[in-house]
Protein backbone atom coordinates (compact mmCIF):
# COMPACT_ATOMS: atom_id res chain seq x y z
CA UNK A 1 0.00 0.00 0.00
CA UNK A 2 1.52 3.43 -0.58
CA UNK A 3 0.25 6.97 0.02
CA UNK A 4 0.75 10.49 -1.99
CA UNK A 5 2.40 13.00 0.45
CA UNK A 6 -0.17 16.02 0.51
CA UNK A 7 1.34 19.27 0.97
CA UNK A 8 -1.33 21.98 2.91
CA UNK A 9 -0.41 25.38 2.88
CA UNK A 10 1.18 26.54 6.15
CA UNK A 11 -1.09 29.72 6.97
CA UNK A 12 -4.49 30.61 5.36
CA UNK A 13 -4.94 31.45 1.63
CA UNK A 14 -7.58 33.90 0.65
CA UNK A 15 -7.15 32.53 -2.98
CA UNK A 16 -8.22 29.05 -2.14
CA UNK A 17 -11.65 28.15 -3.67
CA UNK A 18 -14.39 25.42 -3.37
CA UNK A 19 -12.77 23.70 -6.18
CA UNK A 20 -9.56 22.95 -4.48
CA UNK A 21 -11.10 21.93 -1.74
CA UNK A 22 -13.03 19.44 -3.71
CA UNK A 23 -10.04 18.44 -5.39
CA UNK A 24 -8.20 18.20 -2.01
CA UNK A 25 -10.99 16.08 -1.06
CA UNK A 26 -11.26 13.41 -4.00
CA UNK A 27 -7.33 12.98 -3.57
CA UNK A 28 -7.95 11.16 -0.39
CA UNK A 29 -8.24 7.41 -1.03
CA UNK A 30 -11.46 5.53 0.01
CA UNK A 31 -10.99 2.98 2.57
CA UNK A 32 -14.10 1.15 0.73
CA UNK A 33 -13.32 -1.51 -1.92
CA UNK A 34 -14.84 -3.69 -4.25
CA UNK A 35 -13.25 -6.78 -1.78
CA UNK A 36 -15.51 -5.29 1.64
CA UNK A 37 -18.86 -5.36 -0.46
CA UNK A 38 -19.75 -8.95 -0.27
CA UNK A 39 -18.82 -9.27 3.50
CA UNK A 40 -20.59 -6.32 4.47
CA UNK A 41 -23.27 -7.61 3.14
CA UNK A 42 -22.85 -10.55 4.69
CA UNK A 43 -22.05 -9.55 8.27
CA UNK A 44 -25.40 -7.22 7.84
CA UNK A 45 -27.52 -10.49 6.54
CA UNK A 46 -28.37 -8.31 3.47
CA UNK A 47 -29.34 -8.87 0.24
CA UNK A 48 -27.85 -7.43 -2.79
CA UNK A 49 -31.48 -5.63 -3.29
CA UNK A 50 -31.33 -5.04 0.26
CA UNK A 51 -28.03 -3.12 -0.39
CA UNK A 52 -29.36 -1.08 -3.66
CA UNK A 53 -32.51 -0.34 -2.08
CA UNK A 54 -30.25 1.25 0.99
CA UNK A 55 -27.26 2.64 -1.08
CA UNK A 56 -28.99 4.05 -4.22
CA UNK A 57 -26.91 1.73 -6.43
CA UNK A 58 -28.30 -0.32 -8.54
CA UNK A 59 -28.02 -4.37 -8.20
CA UNK A 60 -26.25 -4.82 -11.60
CA UNK A 61 -24.09 -2.23 -10.47
CA UNK A 62 -23.42 -4.28 -6.87
CA UNK A 63 -22.85 -7.16 -8.44
CA UNK A 64 -19.92 -5.88 -10.62
CA UNK A 65 -18.22 -4.38 -7.57
CA UNK A 66 -18.37 -8.25 -5.82
CA UNK A 67 -17.17 -9.33 -9.19
CA UNK A 68 -14.00 -7.52 -8.64
CA UNK A 69 -14.41 -4.26 -10.36
CA UNK A 70 -14.14 -0.79 -8.96
CA UNK A 71 -16.58 1.60 -10.14
CA UNK A 72 -16.78 5.13 -10.24
CA UNK A 73 -16.25 7.11 -6.82
CA UNK A 74 -19.39 7.96 -6.28
CA UNK A 75 -20.70 4.92 -6.75
CA UNK A 76 -17.90 3.47 -4.35
CA UNK A 77 -19.19 6.04 -1.86
CA UNK A 78 -22.72 5.66 -1.84
CA UNK A 79 -22.25 2.19 -0.93
CA UNK A 80 -20.05 3.05 1.90
CA UNK A 81 -22.06 5.44 2.89
CA UNK A 82 -24.74 2.88 3.19
CA UNK A 83 -22.71 0.02 5.07
CA UNK A 84 -20.94 2.89 7.53
CA UNK A 85 -24.61 3.99 8.50
CA UNK A 86 -24.86 0.53 10.15
CA UNK A 87 -21.84 0.96 11.93
CA UNK A 88 -19.41 -0.70 9.83
CA UNK A 89 -16.09 0.65 9.30
CA UNK A 90 -13.38 -0.41 5.99
CA UNK A 91 -9.72 -0.33 5.85
CA UNK A 92 -8.46 -1.28 3.00
CA UNK A 93 -6.77 -4.89 3.33
CA UNK A 94 -8.85 -5.63 6.10
CA UNK A 95 -11.96 -7.58 6.38
CA UNK A 96 -15.26 -4.84 7.45
CA UNK A 97 -15.62 -4.94 11.31
CA UNK A 98 -18.29 -3.20 13.47
CA UNK A 99 -17.35 0.17 15.36
CA UNK A 100 -17.25 0.16 18.96
CA UNK A 101 -19.53 2.83 19.35
CA UNK A 102 -21.57 3.24 16.23
CA UNK A 103 -25.08 2.33 15.39
CA UNK A 104 -25.79 -0.98 15.09
CA UNK A 105 -23.15 -1.91 17.21
CA UNK A 106 -25.26 -2.49 19.98
CA UNK A 107 -28.28 -4.80 18.97
CA UNK A 108 -30.05 -3.46 22.25
CA UNK A 109 -28.74 0.17 23.35
CA UNK A 110 -31.27 0.24 26.54
CA UNK A 111 -29.11 -2.65 27.67
CA UNK A 112 -25.68 -0.79 27.79
CA UNK A 113 -25.05 0.82 31.44
CA UNK A 114 -24.31 4.16 29.87
CA UNK A 115 -27.69 4.34 28.02
CA UNK A 116 -28.36 7.15 30.06
CA UNK A 117 -25.59 9.00 28.45
CA UNK A 118 -27.28 8.77 25.31
CA UNK A 119 -28.86 11.98 23.87
Known sequence: MSADI?????????????????????SFPLG??????????????????????RSGVS????RKIEAGAELRRVTMQALAYALEAEG????????????????????DPKERDDYHLIE
Open 88 to 107: LMFFPGYPPSRGANCRGATP
Open 59 to 62: PAAI
Open 32 to 53: FRSAHCEPARSLLGWSVEALAF
Open 6 to 26: IDFPRRPRSDITWDDITRLLE
